[in-house]
């Protein structure tokens, strides 16, 4: 089974902290996937990554950066961590990029931001 | 532009009713689509996918869904609703060409009573 992890079911921060939210996928997959979920928003897309260092912006990177130093983990960086930021964060990985492939996501990030 | 449209934010079925679930598209192409299902606190799952070929394919859980390219729909649907079916559903479409990405609907919740 695949199995994506992320570190932190919950995070409460304060706004203007600098935020990692980390994923890990054991499958050697090389894409991955950073969604933010909001109600009535459904997933949007932040940032993906094909490979290594290599990182792609989805639909809404603004206020987020993202790190893929080794091929397994794919770390979302909030800059300066803001009340709108506030959300549910998932993660996905993927075998190659042929959409065909099946995302296999994490169980999510709750991150508020006081 | 591509979207996906699920026009019920929330669904309430009693226990061992049928169920449909609504999913539109706008794609110009030939779509790769997805049902996931997110149980409360979990990561999506996915739950059938359409790539080609028949248009009803079966899932897991007892779910299935038919895509009718003229009604640009691709409706989930179950014959009798478990308890445990309790969970809000989204709809995806798979992009091709250089963005393979998903674009996700915005979800449908559902509710079963006893």
């Known amino acids: 089974d695949v199995k994506v992890t992320q570190s932190s079911r919950y995070l409460v921060k304060r706004t203007g902290e600098k935020v990692f939210l980390e994923c890990v996928q054991d499958?050697?997959?090389?894409?991955m996937f950073w969604y933010r979920q909001d109600p009535g928003l459904g997933l949007r897309l932040i940032y993906f990554?094909?490979?290594?260092?290599?990182?792609e912006k989805g639909d809404i990177p603004e206020g987020y950066s993202v790190s893929r130093e080794k091929k397994e983990r794919f770390s979302l960086i909030l800059e300066s961590a803001s009340t709108n930021q506030t959300s549910m964060y998932l993660c996905?990985?993927?075998?190659?990029?042929?959409?065909?492939?099946?995302?296999?996501f994490g169980a999510g990030t709750r991150l508020s931001v006081l | 532009a591509q979207s996906v449209t699920q026009p019920d934010i929330h669904i309430t079925v009693s226990e061992g009713a049928s169920l449909e679930l609504r999913c539109n598209y706008s794609?110009?192409?030939?779509?790769?689509l997805f049902w996931y299902v997110q149980s409360p606190g979990q990561g999506l799952q996915l739950l059938l996918k359409?790539?080609?070929?028949?248009?009803l394919v079966q899932g897991i859980k007892g779910f299935e869904a038919e895509f009718k390219r003229s009604q640009s729909s691709f409706n989930l649907r179950k014959p009798s609703v478990h308890w445990s079916d309790a969970a809000e559903y989204f709809c995806?479409?798979?992009?091709?060409?250089?963005?393979?990405?998903?674009?996700f609907g915005t979800g449908t919740l559902l509710a079963v009573q006893p």
């Open positions: 359409y790539f080609s070929g028949d248009t």
């Open positions: 995806a479409v798979g992009l091709g060409g250089a963005t393979n990405k998903l674009i």
């Open positions: 499958m050697d997959h090389e894409n």
């Open positions: 996905a990985s993927r075998f190659g990029a042929s959409t065909k492939n099946i995302q296999y």
């Open positions: 794609y110009g192409a030939t779509p790769y």
């Open positions: 990554s094909y490979d290594v260092k290599m990182k």
